[in-house]
């Protein structure tokens, strides 16, 4: 399922962010915020178990806990982007990471790091990339993680375009797809159009402002 969320806080901080004249501080701070606010939305069907507390004026009450493990699993290293912002809203959460770069002549996936937290298999598996351009790196660490025997996979990306979108929902029809853009194209070098340039750069200010 393809979920676009839509709020006017993400739509004015998913602008600024696309903006070339944005610096990488502020970008990084507007993508934070935005992973915090679509994990807001993201949890909503998130299953809770009852529990007891007693108030500070000694009467029992039936709250609700978090129930299962929630694992945020950036995919390197654009995926780190969007990880602080969930953490800030779900804190107890573990955090894995997936390592992979694409090889620019076979377009194959390549990975270089996998390390993933050892929780139950059905734990809340939050995979984290904010461009979903072609599909392949989120393909390849959604399919390592179904190998493990994890079922309960969310992909939270920013923008995407059709044609990631079609291959994740083709290969991967139980993963949920979040975005809050679904974007026109990608252009001739797989870069999303009209996009935010390379997120990864963007983020980390490794090129220009
Ligand atoms: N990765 C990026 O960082 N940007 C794009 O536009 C596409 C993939």
Partial sequence: MLVIIKHPLIEAKLTKMRSKDTSHDEFRKNLNEIASLMVYEILRDYKTKPLKVVTP??????????????????ILRAGLGMTNGILDLVP????GHIGIYRDEKTMEAKDYFFKIPEVAKDSYI????????????????????????????????????????????????????????????????????????????????????
């Fill in 57 to 74: 004026i000694g009467i029992e009450t039936i709250g609700q806990a978090l129930d299962k493990e929630i694992v945020i699993i950036p």
């Fill in 92 to 95: 107890q959460a573990r955090v």
């Fill in 126 to 209: 939050l995979v984290v990339d904010p461009m979903l351009a072609t599909g392949v790196s989120s393909d390849d660490a959604i399919t390592k993680l179904e190998n493990l025997g994890f079922k309960n996979i969310k992909l939270i990306c920013l923008v995407g375009v059709e044609k990631g979108i079609k291959r994740i929902e083709k290969e991967h029809p139980n993963v949920d797809i979040y975005l809050v853009s679904e974007d026109t194209k990608l252009n001739e070098n797989n870069y999303i159009v009209p996009g935010l340039g390379d997120a990864g750069d963007r983020i980390f200010g490794t090129k220009g402002k």
